[in-house]
């Protein structure tokens, strides 16, 4: 009997410390975006914590086309930068994965490292290096510069969700489409590209999410003139603090969320289809 509660004591006492800790990792992680998304509707004209009113006045200022004219074009520039990072890293990343589940499993061992080896090297020294192998090879700093570097160093996200899909894929549904008559590029297209589709809007969302908050590599390899966001809100605080920052935030937060939202919405109805 003594053992028995015993057990249940450090079973107990083992589940309330992981709930503890778990609650307090999650309010240290969620805290900071809510604070945040506060001082956003702040009334006053500088960031503080609690605001002293609610006003959707730094909203107003974000979206007025003359007051934050720079900050539009940042984010254009980031946009842009984005949507051809992950475009690219799709065209790259989504054959790769399904490559990498057709050939031996030794060569697969042995080469899927080298494709995921950009993920440990800190951004800021690859657009250093990058930067320094553009200049022998005489190549200007431009944004397929930059796109080149987000696709080299962020593509790899893409490819590990899309072969988590295509390792658990059924060879036997390709035989049949080949059985058929289908040619390999049409298999491919019809059958093998919607079952991947769940790992790669998955390798979407996180692409696109490092792309667009990317600074170190922008920084070196972005032509003179170049802003994008991220380095445009740096500005905005040396210059002043100004609250069109937390305003931005609280934009980039709900977009990403409906993002995520999205994608987990369509993940399961493509699985389905599996």
């Known amino acids: 009997m003594s053992r028995s509660w015993g057990a249940r004591l450090s079973s107990a006492a083992y589940g309330a410390m992981i709930y503890v800790v778990g609650g307090l990792c999650l309010v240290f992680m969620v805290a900071p975006v809510f ?11 500088t960031l503080k914590f609690p605001p002293p009113a609610l006003s959707l006045q730094w909203y107003e200022r974000l979206i007025d086309p003359v007051y934050s004219e720079q900050v539009h074009l940042s984010a254009w520039n980031s946009l842009k930068i984005a949507v051809l990072t992950v475009a690219v890293s799709a065209i790259f990343a989504v054959p790769a994965s399904y490559g990498m589940t057709r ?17 440990v090297l800190p951004s800021l020294v690859f657009g250093i290096a990058l930067l320094i192998t553009a200049s022998l090879l005489h190549i200007p700093p431009s944004v397929p510069l930059v796109v080149a570097g987000h696709v080299v160093v962020f593509g790899p996200l893409m490819f590990r969700t899309t072969a988590s899909v295509a390792v658990r894929l059924d060879p036997s549904l390709e035989e049949a489409s080949s059985l058929m008559g289908a040619s390999r590029l049409a298999t491919f297209r019809r059958v093998v590209l ?7 809007l998955a390798g979407v969302f996180l692409v696109f999410v490092q792309s667009i908050d990317n600074v170190s590599m922008t920084l070196f390899l972005a032509p003179p003139g170049t802003t994008v966001l991220p380095l445009r809100m740096y500005a905005m605080l040396e210059q002043q603090l100004d609250p069109r920052i937390a305003a931005i935030s609280g934009v980039l937060v709900i977009l ?7 994608v987990q919405k369509l993940a399961p109805l493509l699985g389905d289809k599996m």
Not at 256 to 262: K, N
Request: charged content about 5%; overall charge positive.
């Open 35 to 45: 604070v945040a998304l506060a001082m956003s509707f702040t009334s006053g004209m």
């Open 103 to 119: 050939i031996r499993a030794r060569l697969a061992n042995s080469l899927e490292p080298l494709l995921l080896a950009p993920l």
């Open 194 to 200: 919607p079952l991947l589709a769940p790992g790669v």
């Open 256 to 262: 990403s969320l409906l993002a995520l939202l999205g």
